[in-house]
Structures are given as structure tokens and as C-alpha cells.
């Protein structure tokens, strides 16, 4: 079975998600802003996420991770939690 790890922000505004994307791409941490912005607990943790499965996240969610390429910051993807940033990490199919 597929697995993945990854991390992710989550903010409330689409806006807040591209602009930390472009702080991102333009150098800046991710996990240092996940730290500072995200609104998941797992900000923390600078957004990680840990190891799951298909189907352990919302549909969205999994199907930016079991399909981008890994070390790429997608998004935004919009959930019914808000607007995330989502790196993948590693993936095994």
C-alpha cells in the first residue's frame, strides 16, 4: 500500500496561502513559517505531518500527496479546514 510524509500550513485565506508560498520560493523556511502561521497543530512540529495512507487525509488533501512530485511546494488546496501549503516529503507506491 501506498504511503507518504509530508507538511503542510494551514491558513484561513487563499491570499495568506500564496503569499507564503511566494516567501517560500523566495527563500524563505517553510517550517519556520508553518511554525508561525499554520493554524493545525502540527504547525509545531514546522507542519509535519508524519507517515499515512490514501484515505487518512481529507479527499483533497490525498490527492495532491499521492500525485505531486515530492519537495515541491503545492497549493493552495482548498479543505473544509482552510487553504494549505503542502510539501511532500518522501512516497512509496
Do not use: W
Amino acid at each position: 500500500m501506498a504511503k507518504a510524509t509530508a507538511r503542510h500550513i494551514l491558513v484561513e485565506t487563499e491570499q495568506q496561502c500564496n503569499d507564503l508560498k511566494d516567501q517560500i520560493q523566495n527563500g524563505s523556511d517553510f517550517a519556520e513559517l508553518a511554525r508561525e502561521h499554520s493554524k493545525c497543530p502540527s504547525g509545531a512540529q514546522g507542519g509535519d505531518l508524519g507517515e499515512f495512507g490514501p484515505g487518512m487525509m481529507v479527499k483533497e488533501f490525498d490527492e495532491v500527496v499521492f500525485s505531486a512530485p515530492t519537495n515541491e511546494v503545492q497549493g493552495p488546496v482548498k479543505t473544509q479546514f482552510g487553504y494549505h501549503l503542502l510539501e511532500v516529503t518522501s512516497r512509496t507506491d
